[in-house]
Nanobody, 119 residues
Framework: QVQLVESGGGLVEAGGSLRLSCAAS????????VGWYRQAPGKEREFVATISRSAVTSYSDSVKGRFSISRDNAQNSVYLQMNSLKPEDTAVYYCAADRQTVITAPFYWGQGTQVTVSS
């Protein structure tokens, strides 16, 4: 079955950096759009970034210029480099995959990894 496993979360001070990874299995990774969502306490899950099958990227306005998404089809992995982190970036970050787009209702989800940014 399809599995998406996130790693790389943790506690970081404001202004710091983290790199999230998501390892996929059970699917032909290169045929999927992949991306990241996040959910802060008491808030709805929100889109963060996506990279298409042809490596076109898109970001939410709140992270544009600070976060960078990339993929390695040989490693069946997608990454999220997060720089200049702010306390409001604190959330559980989820990896997502879909044959078409992850911007609306991705079909597959990971279990999430916690990112906490201290002020």
């Amino acid at each position: 079955q399809v599995q998406l496993v996130e790693s790389g979360g943790g506690l970081v001070e404001a202004g710091g950096s983290l790199r999230l990874s998501c390892a996929a299995s059970g699917l032909t990774f290169s045929r999927y759009a992949v991306g990241w969502y996040r959910q802060a306490p008491g808030k709805e899950r929100e889109f963060v970034a996506t990279i298409s099958r042809s490596a076109v990227t898109s970001y939410s306005d709140s992270v544009k210029g600070r976060f960078s998404i990339s993929r390695d089809n040989a490693q069946n992995s997608v990454y999220l480099q997060m720089n200049s982190l702010k306390p409001e970036d604190t959330a559980v970050y989820y990896c997502a995959a879909d044959r078409q787009t992850v911007i609306t209702a991705p079909f597959y989800w990971g279990q999430g990894t916690q990112v906490t940014v201290s002020s």
